[in-house]
C-alpha cells in the first residue's frame, strides 16, 4: 500500500516553455500532497502544500506564478513549472499523506520524482 | 525557527557493523519522528516512524528516540553495502507538517 506514483520521470524542454508533472495516490486517499524540489547533492526543499480543493501554500521565496498546483481530486495533484528556464532544471518530488480518513497524520510516501532539463 | 538537525557525514562503517545515524531537534513540542533513506537520484523512502520513547524495532533498524534530550537516532545492524545512502530524519510539527534535516550520508565498505 500507500504507493504514489509521478509522471514524466524524466523531462528536457526549451527555455520559455511550460511542463506539467502529475502525481497520484495509487491506493489512498491523500486531501494534502507536497511538492518538494532537490539540486544535486543538496537538502530537500518544501516548495508548496497542496490541499483538495482548495488553492497550495507556497513557501516563502516560491513565486506561486511560476509554479502553479492544482490538487483537483483526492489522487491527484499536479505542478505546472511555467516559462521554465535553465535555473528550474531539478528534481522535483511529490509526497502524499495517506489521510486514513483523518487529518492529523504525518506519514507522506514520496513519488519517484520528475527530473526536469531545461535547455 | 524549527530545526531539525543532522551531521552531514560522509559516515563511513565497515560491513556488518552497526551504523548509528543521530538526528537532533528544536521544537520540544514534536510528537512524530521519521527516518527516510534515499538513494542517489532517487526520491525518500520511509524506513521508520517512532512516537513514544525507548527503542522500536524492525528488522535490520532500530530507532530510538529521547523526547528529553530532544534526539533521535537510528541504528542499522549488520550493514550492507545496499544500505549505502542519504538518511533523513524528520520531525512532525502543529501543524502536521514534516520538518527535514539535511540528511547524512552513510557509506558502507565492504
Known amino acids: 500500500g500507500a504507493v504514489v506514483s509521478q509522471h514524466p520521470s524524466r523531462v528536457i524542454c526549451k527555455s520559455g516553455t511550460s511542463v506539467k508533472i502529475e502525481c497520484r495516490s495509487l491506493d489512498f486517499q491523500a486531501t494534502t500532497m507536497f511538492w518538494y524540489r532537490q539540486f544535486p547533492k543538496q537538502s530537500l526543499m518544501l516548495m508548496a502544500t497542496?490541499?483538495?480543493?482548495?488553492?497550495?501554500?507556497?513557501e516563502q521565496g516560491v513565486e506561486k506564478d511560476k509554479f502553479l498546483i492544482n490538487h483537483a481530486s483526492l489522487t491527484l495533484s499536479t505542478l505546472t513549472v511555467t516559462s521554465a528556464h535553465p535555473e528550474d532544471s531539478s528534481f522535483y518530488i511529490c509526497?502524499?499523506?495517506?489521510?486514513?480518513?483523518?487529518?492529523?497524520?504525518?506519514?507522506?510516501?514520496f513519488g519517484p520524482g520528475t527530473r526536469l532539463t531545461v535547455l | 525557527q524549527k530545526e531539525v538537525e543532522q551531521n552531514s557525514g560522509p559516515l563511513s562503517v565497515p560491513e556488518g557493523a552497526i551504523a548509528s545515524l543521530n538526528c537532533t531537534y528544536s521544537d520540544r513540542g514534536s510528537q512524530s519522528f521519521f527516518w527516510y533513506r534515499q538513494y542517489s537520484g532517487k526520491s525518500p523512502e520511509l524506513i521508520m516512524s517512532?512516537?513514544s520513547n525507548g527503542d522500536k524495532e524492525d528488522g535490520r533498524f532500530t530507532a530510538q528516540l529521547n523526547k528529553a534530550s530532544q534526539y533521535v537516532s537510528l541504528l542499522i545492524r549488520d550493514s550492507q553495502p545496499s544500505d549505502s545512502a542519504t538518511y533523513l530524519c524528520a520531525v512532525g510539527d502543529s501543524n502536521y507538517q514534516l520538518i527535514w534535516g539535511a540528511g547524512t550520508k552513510l557509506i558502507i565498505k565492504p
Open positions: 517512532i512516537y
Open positions: 509526497s502524499a499523506r495517506d489521510d486514513k480518513g483523518q487529518l492529523n497524520t504525518y506519514e507522506q510516501f
Open positions: 497542496s490541499n483538495e480543493g482548495s488553492k497550495a501554500t507556497y
